[in-house]
C-alpha cells in the first residue's frame, strides 16, 4: 500500500474522523451502547491513528481506556473504520497491527473489542465470554474478545466499565 500512510490521530482530526464514522456505521452509531464506554474526547491519542491519502483521513482506529478488574491497564478498541473506496486491501488490518503495536509498547496489559471474531482472531483475540468478560451493552456474547498480554487475573473476568480519567491530547503529552 503505497499511497496511504498512517499517522497519529491529533485533535484537529476530529471531525474527518466523526464524518468517516457516520459513513461507517450510521449516523445514529452514539446509540450503540459501546458508546458509554467512551468518554469524550477520552481516547487515548498517543495510541490513535488515522490513514491519509492525497490528505483526506480515509481511515481511523481509536481506543479508549477502560477499567477492568485484575489489570492495571485495559483499552477498548474501536471504532475502525476505512472508508468504502478503500476497503478489502488490507488497511483495516494494518490500522488493527498498527495500533496493537501501540498499544503494547505503551505497556497496556489488555485489550478488550466488540467486534467480529473472524477479522479479530488474526491479531491475538481470544472469545471472551467463556473468561466470563462482560461488555454491559446489549451484544451478542460471541463478539466479546479480549487480548490479553500479562497472565489473566482469577476468573471469571467480570466487567468492563468506563475508565474514570481522562487521557490528555498529544500535544499536551509532547507526542507526536
Ligand atoms: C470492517 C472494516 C474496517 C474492514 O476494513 P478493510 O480495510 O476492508 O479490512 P482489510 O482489507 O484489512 O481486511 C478485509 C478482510 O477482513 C475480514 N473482514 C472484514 N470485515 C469483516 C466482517 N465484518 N466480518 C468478518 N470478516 C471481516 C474479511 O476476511 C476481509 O477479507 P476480504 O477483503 O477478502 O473480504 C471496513 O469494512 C469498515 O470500515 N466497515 C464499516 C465500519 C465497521 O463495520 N467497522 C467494524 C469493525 S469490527
Given at each position: 500500500m503505497t499511497d496511504v500512510s498512517l499517522r497519529l490521530e491529533q485533535p484537529a482530526d476530529d471531525p474527518a474522523i466523526e464524518c468517516l464514522l457516520d459513513l461507517g456505521?450510521?449516523?445514529?452509531?452514539?446509540?450503540?451502547?459501546?458508546?458509554?464506554l467512551r468518554a469524550p474526547g477520552?481516547?487515548?491519542?498517543?495510541?490513535c491513528q488515522v490513514a491519509v491519502a492525497a490528505g483526506a483521513i480515509v481511515a481511523t482506529l481509536r481506543f479508549w481506556p477502560v477499567a477492568l478488574a485484575g489489570y492495571a491497564s485495559v483499552y477498548l478498541l474501536g471504532p475502525l473504520s476505512v472508508a468504502a473506496a478503500w476497503r478489502h486491501r488490507g488497511l483495516g488490518a494494518t490500522m488493527v497491527e498498527a495500533g496493537l503495536a501501540l498499544v503494547d509498547r505503551a505497556g497496556i496489559e489488555a485489550v478488550v473489542v466488540s467486534g467480529e471474531p473472524d477479522f479479530y482472531r488474526r491479531f491475538g483475540f481470544v472469545a471472551g465470554a467463556p473468561l466470563g468478560l462482560v461488555l454491559?451493552?446489549?451484544?451478542?456474547?460471541?463478539?466479546i474478545m479480549i487480548r490479553s498480554r500479562?497472565?489473566?487475573?482469577?476468573?471469571?473476568l467480570g466487567p468492563v466499565s468506563r475508565a474514570a480519567a481522562a487521557v490528555r491530547p498529544p500535544a499536551e503529552l509532547g507526542a507526536g
Open positions: 456505521f450510521s449516523s445514529n452509531r452514539r446509540q450503540r451502547g459501546v458508546y458509554s477520552g481516547q487515548a491519542f498517543p495510541v454491559p451493552l446489549p451484544v451478542e456474547p460471541e463478539r500479562v497472565a489473566p487475573p482469577a476468573q471469571p
